[in-house]
């Protein structure tokens, strides 16, 4: 039943992106009207719509890119470095 | 203190030696009643809080082995619980050296927990590294031996650290309690003992035994190993060094540097190994911050992560069980073979994601909001960061890579692939079923929290909407650039890379310069001490012979001969003559003896 649920959505890649968008229209509209920011902890997640959202996609492309530039930089290297 | 004391380890430590015994239809039961009966016996404890166990030892010291209090409490009841998921989980396991080494190192965090000073706390710490190291070993690999001995070395370094620094508290303070110690008189004692806590923590730079082993450790055994060693050190961090500013910077490092290797990370157990470092980063940073709500965030959150770590590996465990492979690149798509560990580790990947109703939203935002409230911004905002690479690396991409994506596995591995025996499958409903639970109800967690007074509230809209906005935005950029993410057929080198080729140098050292220098040393001892040696005995024998043997014999000789002169002169057969001549000889000296 599981494997038939996930090829069911995976013949919908376009319906499962439409409506991944929705959904994160969904939360950003949410959070910008409905969401009272009062109690957020510092000015710039008051005063910046949908703070929370900027900050993830700089915050996941940061460390793919530091992590992608690093591992090009020497630190990635072949399986059997250590083998003697 | 209550008569009826019964130390939890000690269940575990009998039940280990008598699991032998337990044969046929009574192996399985015996393999589950044991971690029940010590749940109980912590459960039952949690009852009669206060100081057990006091021994006096040597008539000098005070010994506590079991200091029942609301922080132990907590602790010793996720490691109790956990005792019981990795035994279910590793039931089909034959060989009765793993249970008995996962029990021993579960008595040696219990007992850690527990103890109430320095001594007890050593000889616990070493029981679990000691049999931790045998859950390495016993994992007949390649390279899990080399990786054992790593391990073993290390954390007898560690071991060394902690024996200095209790050393030095006592020679200064005289006191052997373990207890807060002062931040603002910290001496080397101070920081021995932290450097010793915290390469069990695998705080950064002492932490790259820990992928290292995880990776290598038998399938069960990883799952033990996940569990106690690095809670066990936040709980000994958190009864000692809460408040000590330093950890914060530390435990920001450890995530950061955690979740930066496990993108980039192609083995599984690895990438959750690096996970560990990252989210025991966010511990060791609420004990740094060392406030009430940052202490109850580090206790919710070791054990929120106790149960989705455990269920990661359970998971990443079921598919090197079905697979025998570890490695992303040759594995993939294997939804349509291994379905219901697909959702296991979903579960698990969510609830380290801190996704609503799942255990890492209530306990990861406690510390958060009291890096916040404390007015540690960038701790707080790294912290967050954080939390957006931790979907990314172990809510999308270990799921996708394993389950989705392109297919990379060969025909063998695809042929061998299928969902686990009933065993891992119960083990694995459990952790998912707590790690729901404790999402959503929160009583039950936070009820058990040290301090109680603190009330803190996870399901605000704000909360919620941070969250979903995170949660969302990670995604959305995964999706755009999950390329970039692919794996690669590569190891990362790490700060073991210093000890690793360290020791290779050493061998090195040994093999070639010293070895030489030995070489060298036998060749002149042979040609001018042993050459000279026989020319000393030489003359010796010469001297012997000639000079002392002739002296000897000379004198013999000269003796002889003198003798045989007398007998001519004075033995000529003629008796009258020679009792004369005797007679005479005496008159003579006794004249002589008389007159002088």
């Not at chain 2, 560990?341 to 109703?357: C, D, H, K, N, R």
């Not at chain 2, 890579?401 to 392109?406: R, Y």
Request: aromatic share 14%; net charge neutral; with cysteine.
């Amino acid at each position: 039943m599981i494997v038939e649920l996930i090829e069911f959505l995976l013949k919908r890649q376009r319906g499962l992106r439409t409506a991944g968008s929705i959904a994160l229209a969904i939360i950003v509209v949410w959070s910008v009207t409905g969401v009272d920011t009062h109690h957020a902890h510092t000015w710039l997640e008051k005063y910046i719509p949908g703070f929370w959202a900027i900050f993830a996609s700089i915050s996941a492309l940061v460390l793919i890119f530091v992590a992608s530039w690093l591992g090009r930089s020497g630190i990635m290297t072949r399986e059997e470095y250590y083998d003697i | 203190m209550t008569s009826s004391f019964l130390h939890p380890s000690l269940i575990l430590i009998f039940g280990a030696a008598l699991l032998p015994l337990a044969r046929g239809p009574f192996r399985r039961p015996y393999l589950c009643l044991v971690p029940i009966l010590t749940l109980l016996d912590v459960v039952y404890l949690s009852w009669h809080p206060g100081l057990h166990g006091v021994v006096e030892f040597l008539d000098r010291w005070t010994l506590v082995f079991g200091r029942v209090d609301s922080l132990s409490m907590v602790f010793a009841f996720i490691m109790a619980l956990m005792a019981i998921i990795g035994t279910i989980y590793g039931l089909h396991v034959r060989d009765n050296s793993q249970h008995i080494a996962a029990w021993l190192y579960v008595s040696g965090s219990l007992g850690v927990i527990y103890s109430g000073d320095y001594l007890v706390l050593f000889l616990f710490w070493e029981l679990m590294a000691f049999s931790s190291t045998f859950l390495i070993w016993l994992n007949r690999d390649e390279g899990a031996t080399a990786a054992g001995f790593r391990y073993l070395l290390v954390h007898t370094f560690g071991g060394v650290l902690l024996l200095l620094g209790f050393v030095l508290h006592y020679q200064t303070t005289g006191d052997l309690s373990f207890n807060q110690l002062d931040p603002q008189n910290t001496t080397l004692a101070t920081w021995l003992i932290m450097g010793g806590l915290m390469l069990n923590a695998a705080v950064v730079p002492f932490h790259s035994w820990l992928p290292d082993a995880y990776s290598r450790a038998t399938i069960t055994g990883a799952v033990f190993m996940c569990a106690f060693t690095t809670k066990t050190a936040v709980y000994t961090l958190a009864r000692a060094f809460a408040g000590f500013e330093v950890l914060i910077v530390l435990g920001v490092v450890m995530a950061i540097y955690g979740i930066v290797y496990a993108i980039i990370e192609n083995d599984i157990r690895r990438l959750l190994g690096w996970e560990i470092i990252s989210q025991v980063g966010y511990m060791v940073a609420g004990v740094g911050i060392g406030t009430a709500l940052a202490i109850n965030g580090t206790c919710a959150h070791a054990f929120a992560h106790i149960l989705y770590k455990g269920l990661l590996f359970m998971a990443a465990g079921a598919v090197i069980h079905a697979t025998g492979r570890s490695k992303f690149t040759d594995l993939g798509g294997l939804y349509r073979k291994m379905p219901m560990t697909l959702i296991f580790m979903l579960i698990g990947g969510v609830s380290v994601s801190a996704f609503p109703f799942f255990s890492g939203f209530v306990s990861k935002s406690m510390i958060i909001a009291a890096a916040f409230e404390a007015h540690l911004l960038p701790a707080a905002f790294l912290l967050t960061m954080v939390s957006a690479g931790t979907f990314l690396v172990a809510g999308l991409r270990l799921p996708y890579l394993l389950f989705f994506g392109e297919n990379r596995c060969s025909q063998s591995t695809w042929d061998k692939a299928t969902d686990p025996p009933w065993n891992m499958h119960l083990a694995m409903l459990c952790a998912a079923f707590l790690c729901l639970f404790i999402g959503s109800y929160l009583p039950f967690l936070y009820g058990m929290l040290p301090y109680q007074e603190i009330n803190f509230h996870p399901y605000t809209s704000y909360h919620l909407s941070e969250t979903l906005q995170i949660l969302g935005f990670t995604a959305l950029i995964f999706a755009l650039f999950r390329n970039k993410l692919a794996p690669q057929a590569t190891i990362s080198l790490d700060l073991d890379w210093f000890y690793r080729l360290g020791g290779r140098g050493f061998l090195w050292l040994a093999t070639h310069p010293i070895q030489w220098l030995d070489t060298a040393w036998g060749a002149v001892y042979r040609v001018v001490g042993l050459y000279s040696l026989i020319a000393i005995a030489r003359f010796s024998a010469w001297f012997d012979w000639h000079g002392i043997d002739g002296l000897v014999d000379g004198s013999a000789r000269c003796v002889r001969a003198i003798g045989r002169r007398l007998a001519l002169v004075l033995q000529r057969g003629n008796i009258q003559q020679t009792i004369y001549l005797s007679v005479t000889f005496v008159a003579i000296l006794l004249v002589s003896y008389v007159w002088f």
